[in-house]
């Protein structure tokens, strides 16, 4: 018998996207379950992440028409991560695969194939890799590849030009819910939990409906929560600096009494910059402790990472139906 097979699909205020995805997805499915790659009992799964517009009244009139459709809604916004977490902790349930991907379809979903191709000949993690970024606009292409290279020599893990299109067994979402930290950065987490795994390239298309929910500062938050959830570098790297500023600082201070005692320059014009030039290193480096003191302050607090409010599913866990 075939294995059951879970899209996860997260959505903040994709009202524009969703009647297209849905349909794209359960052609997809369909297909699937014909040639008996998938059994039949394989769902699409939209994971509601507090969206302010009709994105839920979408996603339950899908499971009402057809109930290859389910749905979870979280009680707020929680950001894109999250929603990843809450679905697959509702599709783990159900299902012996899942496939993460995002619901303005910019993944093609065609690489489904050669992701559940992958698992059946032993790949326990498959990640969806693009090939190419000619769609994105350059400054999309330069920070997201910048972010790669930051995260890489920051010393964390992650597969270069992957975002969350992947394909996990069962036994590796239940590895994945081992980790508990709050901040998850999934891109980073994921290689952790070990397991065969493969890699299946496809070209990224663009959004086809809606804008990005990536803005820039929300994409400058992801990669700065992606260095400082996994890596301890920074404060390696203060100390350097320190070190770097004492032996400056000598210097500095042979070459101010050469020149004092020559009367070449006036002894406060020196002290204005040195202090200015100290002042600013010192209040970065106190900054960057800080995140870390930051982050241990939210981890202690263990707090729940996402609450669900509402779960559309066939069958329900229950047996009855939540609606
Ligand atoms: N998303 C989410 N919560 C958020 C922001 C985004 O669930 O707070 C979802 C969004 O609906 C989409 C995916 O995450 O399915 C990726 O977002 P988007 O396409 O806007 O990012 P981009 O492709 O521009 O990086
Ligand atoms: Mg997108």
Known sequence: MADVLYFVVPCYNEEDVLPETSKRL????????????????????????????????IIRGLHQKD???????????????????????????????????????????????????????????????????????????????????????????????????????????????????????????????????????????????????YPLKKMLSFALDGITSFSAKPLGMIASLGLALTALGFAGLIVTIVLLALSIIPAWGLLIAVMTFLTGIIVTSIGVVGIYVGKNYIETKARPRFIIEETLTDPSPTGDKTE
Not at 34 to 46: N, P, T
Request: no cysteine; proline share 1%; aromatic share 12%.
């Open 67 to 213: 109930v290859r459709f389910s749905g979870v809604k979280e009680s707020r916004n929680r950001g894109h991560q999250n929603a990843l977490l809450a679905g697959l902790y509702t599709a783990v349930n159900y299902a012996d695969v899942t496939i993460t991907l995002d619901a303005d379809l910019q993944d093609d979903i065609n690489a489904a194939d050669g992701m559940l191709a992958a698992y059946n000949k032993g790949a326990d993690v498959v990640y969806g890799v693009r090939s190419a970024r000619e769609k994105d606009t350059f400054f999309k292409k330069f920070t997201a590849e910048g972010f790669y290279k930051v995260m890489k020599k920051m010393g964390v893990d992650v597969v270069f030009n992957h975002a969350d299109y992947r394909l996990m067994s069962k036994r590796a979402v239940k590895g994945l819910f081992e980790f508990g930290e709050t901040n998850l950065f999934l891109r980073g987490i994921v290689p952790m939990v070990g397991y065969p795994s493969d890699t299946v390239y496809y070209e990224r298309a663009e959004r086809f409906a809606g804008e990005s929910k």
């Open 26 to 57: 359960l052609e997809k499915l369909e297909w699937l379950t014909s040639q008996g790659i998938v059994d039949e009992k394989s769902r699409i799964l939209f994971v509601d992440d507090g969206s302010k517009d009709k994105t839920w009244e």
